[in-house]
């Protein structure tokens, strides 16, 4: 999904005044004769990624991103502290692990939407504020690991903001139920929290 949850996702915040990149992570080796139940669920057993576990590295891959842009936000011109996340299902996990994970390859905010693997554990110690939104009719990971999630967040007493939309299904391809205008939602807390003032670079 790099143009519905990528690149037409960083236009919409171009619009917005936010500098936008999209990450490529690294994701399963799909084997075309393995059964549809093999693919994307630990360490690969066939092909290339035989034996490495791809979720870690995904991960791995989204802590770098953000340690990437903060080492070169000056040529990027860029705040180095203002760096941003936006994830979507499996690239929600790839978020969760990027807020869970060390602080140089944290983000300073987080937005995951439908994320994969949302889930009440407690969040570290400086885990950055969170904007998270679902459908409520999402057949793919429901909704309830969005709402531990926030629970999780606001029982930490850190910053959080949860919309569980009525209708959109997984991918909010489903509209008129408020999930299609989410990111509208997404630019009055970008807005809310001073992320979109200008700052000098």
Same mark, same amino acid.
């Given at each position: 999904?790099?143009?519905?949850?990528?690149?037409?996702?960083?236009?919409?915040?171009?619009?917005?005044?936010?500098?936008?990149?999209?990450?490529?992570?690294? *994701?399963? =080796?799909?084997?075309? !004769?393995?059964? /549809?139940?093999? %693919?994307?669920?630990?360490? +690969? @057993?066939?092909?290339?990624?035989?034996?490495?576990?791809?979720?870690?590295?995904?991960?791995?891959?989204?802590?770098?991103?953000?340690?990437?842009?903060?080492?070169?936000?000056?040529?990027?011109?860029?705040?180095?502290?203002?760096?941003?996340?936006?994830?979507?299902?499996?690239?929600?996990?790839?978020?969760?692990? *990027?807020? =869970?994970?060390?602080? !140089?390859?944290? /983000?300073?905010? %987080?937005?995951?939407?439908? +994320? @994969?693997?949302?889930?009440?554990?407690?969040?570290?110690?400086?885990?950055?504020?969170?904007?998270?939104?679902?459908?409520?009719?999402?057949?793919?990971?429901?909704?309830?690991?969005?709402?531990?999630?926030?629970?999780?967040?606001?029982?930490?007493?850190?910053?959080?903001?949860?919309?569980?939309?009525?209708?959109?299904?997984?991918?909010?391809?489903?509209?008129?139920?408020?999930?299609?205008?989410?990111?509208?939602?997404?630019?009055?807390?970008?807005?809310?929290?001073?992320?979109?003032?200008?700052?000098?670079?």
């Amino acid at each position: 999904m790099m143009s519905y949850e990528g690149v037409d996702v960083a236009k919409r915040l171009n619009q917005m005044g936010v500098d936008a990149f999209v990450l490529k992570y690294r *994701t399963t =080796y799909v084997d075309p !004769d393995a059964p /549809p139940a093999a %693919a994307g669920r630990g360490p +690969a @057993a066939t092909g290339p990624q035989a034996g490495q576990n791809v979720r870690e590295m995904a991960g791995a891959d989204g802590q770098q991103a953000v340690r990437l842009l903060r080492q070169h936000a000056a040529e990027f011109g860029v705040q180095p502290r203002r760096i941003g996340m936006i994830g979507y299902s499996a690239g929600g996990a790839v978020l969760l692990s *990027t807020v =869970y994970g060390p602080t !140089d390859g944290r /983000p300073d905010f %987080a937005v995951p939407v439908y +994320a @994969a693997g949302a889930n009440s554990n407690p969040p570290p110690e400086g885990a950055p504020p969170l904007f998270i939104t679902v459908a409520a009719d999402d057949q793919t990971v429901g909704y309830q690991g969005s709402i531990d999630l926030f629970g999780a967040w606001r029982k930490a007493g850190l910053p959080a903001e949860l919309h569980v939309f009525q209708t959109g299904q997984h991918g909010f391809g489903k509209k008129g139920g408020g999930a299609d205008r989410y990111l509208d939602r997404v630019e009055e807390w970008l807005k809310l929290n001073g992320w979109l003032t200008k700052v000098s670079k």
